[in-house]
C-alpha cells in the first residue's frame, strides 16, 4: 500500500502542471473499497468500471455522481444482481478539480471518456443537497440511467 502510494505521489509530481491526477486520487482514497481499476467487489462495494461512464452519459446521471461525492450513500441498493447494503463516504473535502479529474478518470474505465469540468462540480456543490440521496439512486435505476 505504501509503494502505491509512493508511486501516485511521483506520478502526481511528474505530469506537470496543475491538473489534478484522477487515477492517483482513485488509487489513494477509492481503491481500498472500490479495488484497483474499479472492479468493485461483488455484494460489498459497487463496480465501478463499466457501470460510472454509463451513469455519466445521461445528464440526470452526470449531476448524480458529484452528489455521491459531495454526500455520501447509504442504504440498501442492487449493482450486478447483487444486493449491497453499505456505507460510502462523502468525499466533500476533495477540490472541484480533484472531483472532476477523478470522475473523467472512472467514466473511461471500461467506457468511453465522458470529461468532468471543476465548473460542473462547483455548480452541484452550491445546490442544497438531495433530501435522500437513496430515492434519488432509485428514481435514477427506475429510469434505467443507474445501471
Ligand atoms: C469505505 C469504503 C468506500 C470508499 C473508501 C469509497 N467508497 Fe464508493 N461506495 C462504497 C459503498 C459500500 C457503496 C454503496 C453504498 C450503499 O450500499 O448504499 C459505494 C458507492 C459508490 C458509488 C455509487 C455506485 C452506485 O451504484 O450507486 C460511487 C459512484 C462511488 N461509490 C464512488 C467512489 C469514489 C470515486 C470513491 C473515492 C473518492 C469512493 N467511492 C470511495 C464504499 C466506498
Do not use: N, W
Request: proline share 7%; net charge negative; charged share 20%.
Amino acid at each position: 500500500m505504501k509503494f502505491v502510494i509512493v508511486a501516485a505521489a511521483i506520478l502526481a509530481a511528474t505530469a506537470g502542471g496543475a491538473a489534478a491526477d484522477g487515477a492517483g486520487i482513485f488509487d489513494t482514497s477509492c481503491a481500498f473499497c472500490h479495488q484497483s481499476g474499479g472492479v468493485g467487489v461483488p455484494g460489498q462495494f459497487p463496480r465501478l468500471a463499466g457501470r460510472v461512464g454509463a451513469i455519466a452519459a445521461k445528464p440526470d446521471g452526470k449531476k448524480f455522481l458529484p452528489q455521491i461525492l459531495l454526500h455520501g450513500l447509504s442504504g440498501r441498493i442492487t449493482v450486478d444482481g447483487e444486493p449491497i447494503l453499505g456505507i460510502m463516504p462523502a468525499f466533500d473535502t476533495l477540490s472541484d478539480d480533484d472531483i472532476a479529474a477523478l470522475l473523467s478518470y472512472l467514466t473511461g474505465l471500461d467506457h468511453a471518456a465522458v470529461p468532468f469540468t471543476a465548473d460542473e462540480i462547483k455548480a452541484v456543490r452550491a445546490q442544497p443537497s438531495p433530501a435522500d440521496m437513496m430515492a434519488e439512486r432509485a428514481r435514477l435505476s427506475a429510469a434505467k440511467i443507474v445501471p
